[in-house]
């Protein structure tokens, strides 16, 4: 009877062995099973397709760099960065003291020609009047006719110079060509600027784009109007839609330098613009990662 009950308690002992080794191996194979399918869901979040980096950037003429038309010392800079101006805003401005005083001699020149013009009409009534009675010779009246025209010369000339020194002194006011938002400001009143020089640099933020770059490899795979899934480092988790808007025509070398340190540098790639189909928290310069779905 002992013997039959220790044979019982060994049977049952080795079962419940049993049944603790394979409870263990079936939580080892659902632990693989999620590791493996982890990376897989990882890429679907990106879906399938081609695998290109890009950067944000603003449409064509939807970003300027405004600079100085003359040179000078800058009076004023109106704006910092981040703020938003309209369209035609006064960014700076530039000393224009000799540009004044120089308007005003040419418009007193304008009034000094002006009174000459009018003495000269007169003189050249009167002449007309006494050649008529034949107290003077056409040659008077000939002299009459040149000094009227020549005081309307004198005053024309004025008037050139006057609207010179306008145009001057419009270029001493640095005006905003879009509206938008003040990237970088690259002066400071006080400082002195050539011509050309830039005074600050202003993106309609509203129109952005991504600039990307595929490999020339998957050159064939790419079609306009094609889906574009978005993701960038700073936003993990999160994606965005876009689209194929333009395909270079032509391989060029690669611009924007990898995120993986391990990649080359120097492969040849197809540049692609992409348009955002969605908004997006995305700044101008966001490095992005994308994938070109077909």
Request: no cysteine.
């Amino acid at each position: 009877m002992r013997i039959g009950k220790l044979a019982l308690l060994a049977v049952l002992g080795s079962a419940l062995l049993g049944a603790t080794v394979l409870q263990a191996r079936n939580m080892g194979g659902e632990r693989l099973h999620a590791e493996e399918a982890a990376p897989a869901a990882a890429d679907g979040a990106l879906g399938f397709g081609v695998a290109a980096e890009g950067r944000v950037v603003a449409y064509p003429g939807a970003e300027v760099k405004v600079a100085a038309e003359r040179a000078g010392r800058l009076l004023k800079v109106h704006v910092i960065e981040g703020q938003k101006v309209a369209k035609g805003a006064v960014l700076a401005e530039i000393d224009a003291d000799e540009l004044h005083a120089a308007l005003d001699e040419a418009q007193a020149r304008i009034a000094e020609a002006e009174a000459a013009i009018r003495l000269a009409e007169a003189n050249l009534d009167r002449r007309r009047a006494l050649v008529a009675q034949q107290i003077a010779t056409p040659h008077d009246l000939d002299q009459a006719t040149h000094d009227l025209d020549a005081a309307r010369a004198r005053r024309e000339t004025a008037r050139a110079q006057a609207a010179l020194y306008d145009a001057q002194l419009a270029k001493t006011r640095v005006l905003a060509p879009i509206a938008g938002t003040v990237i970088t400001r690259h002066a400071d009143a006080g400082e002195t600027v050539e011509a050309g020089e830039a005074i600050a640099t202003l993106a309609d933020l509203s129109r952005l784009r991504i600039e990307g770059e595929a490999d020339e490899a998957d050159a064939a795979r790419l079609e306009l109007g094609a889906p574009v899934v978005i993701r960038a480092d700073g936003y993990p988790g999160q994606t965005w839609k876009g689209r194929i808007e333009e395909i270079a025509d032509s391989v060029t070398i690669r611009r924007l330098k990898p995120q993986d340190p391990s990649r080359p540098t120097d492969t040849r790639i197809l540049a692609v613009k992409v348009a955002f189909a969605e908004k997006s928290p995305l700044r101008l310069g966001t490095t992005v990662d994308l994938r070109l779905l077909k």
